[in-house]
């Protein structure tokens, strides 16, 4: 049982350049999240989907897009990126009901130079 | 913005003592949770109590929830080397999309 898979693990992109990451849940949860860690500011919500073919934003939702066109799997896209995207990006699954926890990916460390 | 703020930022104690970690909020919940994140990893839930709970436990763990202080403890008993992590608290929102809120953290760290 995998769990939440985050893909890639690591990625140096440059200024501009394009790239999405991959978060695949087998857990048959509905909601899924796009979180990103930046240092002494805890976990900040991008974007979240609460069902096959929804998403909606989060925080801080600028400079990225989302897709969530099966169940399973939730895409975050960087169209043109920033050195400000640099962090740390985490996937999370829920059930959604309020009464479980968030199931977290590994997470993806990307370095935008 | 963040919804809860922990305290203190960091802790270090000894192995056998017990570690209290505080959360304030700001806004009405419906839930609150901890989770615990390694060094490089990502986070693990360990607890959740509803809005309506004043106290839960599970093994060494131990929460308390004040919604009149908007306020959260973790305390964990009978610390351990494997113990050394940083603690987050999160704060579930009232709407449908149980979308979780964090706070800063609390890092942990036990020696030996």
């Known amino acids: 049982n995998a769990g939440v898979t985050q893909t890639p693990k690591f990625r140096v992109l440059k200024t501009g350049q394009s790239m999405t990451l991959l978060c695949a849940q087998d857990m048959n949860h509905e909601y899924m999240y796009w979180y990103r860690q930046d240092p002494g500011m805890g976990l900040r919500l991008i974007h979240y989907?609460?069902?096959?073919?929804?998403?909606a934003k989060g925080e801080v939702p600028d400079g990225y897009n989302v897709s969530r066109l099966k169940k399973q799997n939730f895409l975050l896209g960087l169209e043109s990126a920033a050195p400000s995207q640099t962090s740390v990006y985490f996937c999370?699954?829920?059930?959604?009901?309020?009464?479980?926890?968030?199931?977290f990916g590994s997470g993806t460390r990307l370095t935008v130079v | 913005s963040q919804q809860g703020e922990e305290d203190p930022q960091a802790l270090s104690i000894q192995e056998g003592e017990n570690a209290t970690m505080n959360c304030s909020y700001k806004?009405?919940?419906?839930?609150l949770q901890w989770y615990r994140q390694n060094s490089g990893r990502g986070l693990v839930h360990l607890i959740l109590i509803r809005s309506n709970e004043r106290e839960k436990h599970s093994g060494r763990l131990r929460v308390t929830l004040d919604t009149s202080k908007k306020s959260s403890s973790l305390l964990i008993t009978a610390s351990r080397a494997a113990d050394t992590a940083s603690y987050f608290c999160?704060?579930?929102?009232?709407?449908?999309?149980?979308?979780?809120?964090f706070g800063t953290g609390t890092r942990l760290q036990v020696t030996l």
């Open positions: 999160a704060t579930g929102d009232t709407g449908t999309a149980s979308k979780l809120t």
């Open positions: 999370a699954s829920s059930r959604g009901t309020g009464r479980v926890g968030y199931t």
């Open positions: 806004t009405s919940i419906n839930n």
């Open positions: 989907s609460v069902g096959e073919g929804t998403t």
